[in-house]
C-alpha cells in the first residue's frame, strides 16, 4: 500500500502541474481572453492572483471561508478531484487512492495557510510565493511541492531567499540535500529573474 501512496504523491503533484497551468490559468489565444475548460474555476483563480498582489500575499477569501465564492470553489474542486480519483485508483491500488484524498486536503491546507501567513509561505513553499510575487506569473505552477516544476523546467526562482533547500522541497540531511542539488543542477535547473518592485506587479488576464 505504501508504494501506492507514494506513486499517487508523485501522480497528484504531477496533476497539480497541469490544472494549475492549463485549468486555472488558462492557455493563451491570439487575439482571444484565455482558454480553460472550467472558465469558472480560472475566472476565480484570477480573482484569486488580483487579491494576492494587492495584499502583500494576503487572500482575505479564506478568513470569510464557504461564504467566499473563492474559497467555496476551491474547496468543491479539490472535493471532485479527490473523489473522482479515488473511485479510478482503489481498484487498482488503495494507497493511491488514499493518496489522492490526501493530497487533495493536503492542497488545501498548504495553500489556505500560506495566503493566510504570508511569511510562512515564505519558509516552507517559496515556489509558491515565486508563482504570485514573481515577475512572471506563468510559471512555479506546483503548490504543495516543486517537483514537476523542476522536472518540467518551470521553476522560476526571484531571490536566494526563495530557493528552497533542495528540489524536493522538504528538510533533510545536509549531504544528501548536497546530492540532491548537483543532480537538479545539472539535469533540471531552475531559473533566475530579477525580483520586480511592487509598483511594476502587474496580473495578466
Known amino acids: 500500500m505504501w508504494k501506492g501512496f507514494l506513486v499517487g504523491l508523485v501522480v497528484a503533484n504531477g496533476f497539480e502541474w497541469v490544472a494549475h497551468k492549463y485549468i486555472l490559468h488558462g492557455t493563451h489565444r491570439s487575439g482571444k481572453p484565455r482558454y480553460s475548460p472550467v472558465p469558472d474555476s480560472m475566472k476565480s483563480h484570477w480573482e484569486h492572483h488580483r487579491e494576492v498582489r494587492k495584499q502583500d500575499f494576503h487572500d482575505d477569501g479564506y478568513v ?9 470553489n476551491e474547496i468543491v474542486s479539490l472535493a471532485v478531484v479527490a473523489g473522482v480519483s479515488s473511485v479510478l485508483f482503489y481498484p487498482v491500488s488503495k494507497g493511491m487512492a488514499a493518496a489522492a484524498v490526501y493530497s487533495a486536503c493536503n492542497y488545501y491546507y498548504i495553500h489556505r ?3 493566510l501567513e504570508p511569511d510562512w509561505a515564505m519558509k516552507k513553499i517559496p515556489w509558491h510565493y515565486d508563482h ?3 515577475s512572471n506569473q506563468d510559471a512555479n505552477w506546483c503548490v ?3 517537483w514537476f516544476d523542476y522536472i518540467l523546467g518551470t521553476r522560476v526562482i526571484s ?3 526563495l530557493q528552497e533547500q533542495n528540489p524536493l522541497g522538504i528538510a ?4 544528501i540535500t548536497k546530492g540532491l542539488n548537483f543532480v537538479a543542477e545539472r539535469y533540471f535547473p531552475a531559473k533566475w529573474v530579477e525580483k520586480v518592485s511592487k509598483l511594476e506587479l502587474k496580473v495578466e488576464v
Open 64 to 72: 470569510q471561508g464557504i461564504s467566499n465564492w473563492r474559497t467555496k
Open 113 to 115: 495557510r500560506a495566503h
Open 132 to 134: 504570485h510575487m514573481n
Open 144 to 146: 504543495t511541492k516543486p
Open 159 to 161: 531571490s536566494e531567499n
Open 172 to 175: 533533510l540531511p545536509q549531504p
